[in-house]
């Protein structure tokens, strides 16, 4: 089937020739393990460069938070648990 710029069917040499090309294996195949492990490494510390950390104040509000929002969950749990218990040796005697 043809169309106005070519058949669909037969790709051009040129687009044959650059897929060739491209299916080579890249920069990995050219590094060794080491290399590619020493590349890792330094993309790690890179990323953590970029992080954000909180400082005390906010670690210290966060953390608190945190203990506040176990702590309300614990109780929580608590009373349900206690409320079924006794719910259970009403209902089963």
Same mark, same amino acid.
């Given at each position: 089937? *043809? $169309? *106005? =710029? /070519?058949?669909?069917?037969?790709? $051009? *040499?040129? $687009?044959?020739?650059?897929?060739?090309?491209?299916?080579k /294996? /890249?920069?990995?195949?050219?590094?060794g393990p080491l290399k590619r492990l020493a590349l890792f490494?330094?993309?790690? =510390? *890179?990323?953590?460069?970029? =992080?954000v950390w909180p400082t005390r104040n906010q670690l210290t509000t966060y953390t608190t938070v945190v203990i506040v929002f176990v702590v309300i969950m614990i109780g929580l749990v608590t009373v349900i648990d206690y409320g079924l218990d006794h719910a259970a040796k009403y209902v089963f005697g």
């Open positions: 089937m *043809a $169309d *106005a =710029v /070519g058949s669909i069917d037969t790709p $051009d *040499a040129q $687009d044959e020739a650059q897929e060739k090309k491209s299916r /294996g /890249g920069k990995r195949a050219k590094k490494y330094r993309q790690i =510390v *890179a990323e953590l460069r970029k =992080v």
